[in-house]
């Protein structure tokens, strides 16, 4: 069975940073692109940061870009989301995804347009809380 699971979410205060990990099980990560959504309070859920599957694209957006790294360990079938300089903006609901379909041409449409199209897989999510 195939399914993602987020982990390492917390509570922090503004400028400090945290990595988030999503372990994928039952699936050969290799086949995928993936990448990290965000839902903050009252907002639709959003695409952060997205990696191509041979790790050759990337897109950020451009609220994060800079400051969050997407990466992934093919022999752990982890995939990773690090986090530096941490804002009260950034408090939302993290969830992880892959998608192996034809449907995005690009990694850039994959973050944008997960939320109409749909991907493959999707986590369940793990909270992330900015306040001083």
């Known amino acids: 069975q195939v399914q993602l699971v987020e982990s390492g979410g917390g509570s922090l205060q503004p400028g400090e940073s945290l990595r988030l990990s999503c372990t994928a099980f039952g699936m050969n990560l290799e086949r995928y692109a993936i990448g990290w959504f965000r839902q903050a309070p009252g907002k639709e859920r959003e695409g952060v940061a997205c990696q191509s599957r041979f790790e050759d694209r990337y897109y950020y957006a451009d609220s994060v870009k800079g400051r969050f790294i997407v990466s992934r360990d093919n022999a752990k079938v982890t995939i990773n989301l690090q986090m530096f300089s941490l804002e009260p903006e950034d408090t939302a609901v993290y969830y992880c995804?892959?998608?192996?379909?034809?449907?995005?041409?690009?990694?850039?449409?994959?973050?944008?347009?997960?939320?109409?199209?749909?991907?493959?897989?999707w986590g369940n999510g793990t909270s992330v809380t900015v306040s001083s």
């Open positions: 995804a892959a998608d192996s379909s034809p449907r995005f041409t690009t990694t850039r449409s994959m973050c944008i347009d997960a939320n109409e199209y749909g991907m493959d897989f």
